[in-house]
């Protein structure tokens, strides 16, 4: 009972020092300060009402009891980190954005072929690409390369058409003049078009952080090698130890993150040209 | 002049397709000929380059099915099956279809609820938006497997728990999405409102509700077609029963290369039908409010 009366009282507490701190104006201290104490807060109350109400570890364990799990299993987690996110996930973005963007700037050159695609695009971009992984797993056996593979045509259409928007972005007074410069194709494309077109390519790249690590995991549902995060989280659910289970979510959720917060930085480095960069 | 700029955008979409089943045709020849050659190693006979094409479009089991093989299954389990058989890809795709409706509904309101909280409540804002934000980096999708198990454990089983992972995938794309779509007003119009003395209720309905209608629709489009993909991977831990998911996972267990490829494009179609009327709802309520030519 107390656990319960403890993580309400936390709960009210931080509430209230959240609705003081937000109506004061919002320095950075104060934007970082408010959701850091909202997450906390979340983690306190679900440890107290795990606690309080004696939740079954099978159902929902703490929070101390993932993080004791996550400290306790480091070399596991590594290496399914490695097998799933480093070698399939990273590869397979690399890959797939990579010939996406390469795609994009070949068919780009036709207006035939860019009418064509494009919505074709758009389409297979909409679809549950993920049901291809036991396709895959099958083409290409149990190892990364088949989690690559599923990430390549995961990330591939929506790469693609958000570079073939960017290639079309400039704007025809910037055309005109690289005409006047008398610019060949290939210097038009590599100091006006390219440079036009990231902010598209980082919207790409940034939506397929997620699309890759999503495909990456659940490619191991269908098979994989005895290592791997999709192959933890699917072994350790049915073994019902799910405090190993959420120490892996947790590390999923870092590294899309990182991944994530990696492809942001680079974007402000690449793209310090864009209104939405200027302050 | 209709039918010109029909064809102008008709004719490379068609060309596209019609490069795509070629190519697909053509790789169905070179992924399966190595087995067809085996066989035809093993029982001595020599395979005719003719005999050797009739051969890899016809395999039981084939590395890649052809299209036309993929058709033939589509059409016997869906017209051919009685919507009832447990064959029926109609059946299957009833299934999903209802957990990633259900799912949606509820993620689309609760996400709606919490946007409406968010712009009324600055602390709130300043809690939750960068939580919301941060999630869509997140890999959510991983804790599929887990939501099912937990909810069979305590009793919940069938619909629920898939349901449970599509809301849980259409939440935060639609949070996001009308947080915006209520902001969207100029501060000149919110100034308007006051003028005529709008409490905040009106100044809601009237104003931020019709403004949010571009980005919500949006939104819905994105949150759909996560729940689909949600309701899909939630039947996989379910032990393959039943639904699309599970058409894919029993197929995986058995090699049923044809079955895995016609749940896969019945999904596919599933998600275009699904994208597609929210686009249709889109463009009708849009024209309607005058907000589209």
């Known amino acids: 009972m107390t656990f ?85 996930a990273l590869s397979g973005y690399a890959i797939g954005c990579g010939s996406a963007i390469l795609t994009a700037i070949l068919i780009d050159r036709s207006q035939f072929l860019t009418r064509g695609l494009l919505p074709v695009g758009n389409f297979l971009a909409a679809l549950p690409i993920v049901g291809t992984a036991p396709i895959f797993v099958m083409w290409f056996g149990f190892g990364w390369q088949s989690k690559a593979a599923v990430v390549v045509a995961i990330v591939f259409f929506p790469m693609l058409v958000n570079m073939v928007q960017g290639l079309a972005s400039t704007e025809p ?49 269908f098979g994989s090698p005895i290592y791997g995060m999709g192959f933890r989280i699917s072994t350790e659910v049915g073994r019902l130890a799910l405090d190993v289970v959420w120490a892996e979510i947790a590390v999923a959720a870092l590294a899309g993150s990182l991944f994530y917060g990696l492809v942001a930085l680079s974007e402000k480095r690449v793209t310090f040209w864009h209104p939405s960069n200027r302050t | 002049m209709a039918i010109g700029a029909l064809m102008r955008s008709l004719l490379p979409v068609a060309a596209v397709v019609a490069a795509i089943i070629s190519v697909w045709y053509a790789l169905a020849v070179q992924m399966n000929s190595d087995w067809a050659l085996d066989r035809a190693g093993q029982n001595g006979i020599e395979l005719s380059f003719g005999a050797l094409v009739k051969n890899t479009m016809s395999q039981d089991r084939p ?44 993620g689309t309101a609760l996400g709606i609820l919490l946007a409406v909280g968010i712009i009324h409540s600055r602390a709130m804002n300043m809690s939750i938006m960068p939580w919301a934000i941060a999630s869509q980096a997140v890999p959510i999708l991983a ?42 007003p100029d501060p000149m119009q919110f100034d308007l409102l006051k003028t005529y003395a709008a ?95």
């Open chain 1, 4 to 88: 319960i009366i403890g993580a309400l009282a936390f709960w009210i507490g931080a509430w209230w020092a959240n609705v003081v701190l937000s109506a004061r104006p919002a320095t950075l201290t104060v934007r970082i300060a408010v959701p850091i104490l909202f997450g906390i807060t979340v983690l306190v109350v679900w440890e107290g009402l795990v606690r309080g109400l004696d939740v079954p570890g099978v159902i929902l364990p703490p929070p101390t009891a993932i993080a004791a799990a996550f400290a306790r299993s480091l070399d596991i987690l590594w290496v399914d980190f490695v097998q799933t996110v480093l070698k399939g």
């Open chain 1, 173 to 221: 007074m910037q055309r005109d003049m690289m005409k006047t410069y008398n610019a060949s194709y290939w210097q038009t494309l590599l100091k006006l078009r390219l440079h036009a077109a990231m902010p598209f390519a980082f919207n790409g790249l940034k939506i397929c952080t997620t699309f890759a690590l999503i495909g990456a995991i659940v490619a191991e549902f």
């Open chain 2, 63 to 106: 590395l890649l099915p052809a299209p036309h093989q993929v058709a033939v299954e589509l059409w016997e389990t869906t017209v051919e099956k009685k919507i009832t058989s447990k064959r029926s890809l109609v059946h299957h795709g009833l299934i999903t279809l209802s957990a990633t409706v259900f799912g949606f509904a509820i």
């Open chain 2, 143 to 184: 804790l599929a497997p887990m939501i099912i198990v937990v909810l069979y454990s305590i009793g919940v089983s069938g619909l629920l728990p898939k349901a449970t992972i599509s809301a849980y995938l259409s939440f935060f794309p639609v949070v996001v999405g009308m947080v915006s779509g209520f902001r969207s």
């Open chain 2, 199 to 293: 409490n905040p209720w009106q100044a809601f309905w009237k104003l931020r509700v019709p403004a949010s209608m571009p980005y919500l629709f949006t939104s819905l489009k994105v949150g759909i077609a996560a729940s689909l993909v949600g309701a899909i991977v939630g039947e996989l831990p379910t032990g393959a029963v039943a639904g699309l998911g599970a058409r894919l996972l029993a197929g995986s267990y058995y090699g049923q290369t044809i079955q895995i490829w016609s749940a896969l494009i019945s999904a596919a179609t599933l998600a275009a039908l699904l994208v597609g009327s929210i686009g249709i709802a889109q463009r009708l309520t849009l024209r309607r409010m005058g907000m589209l030519r």
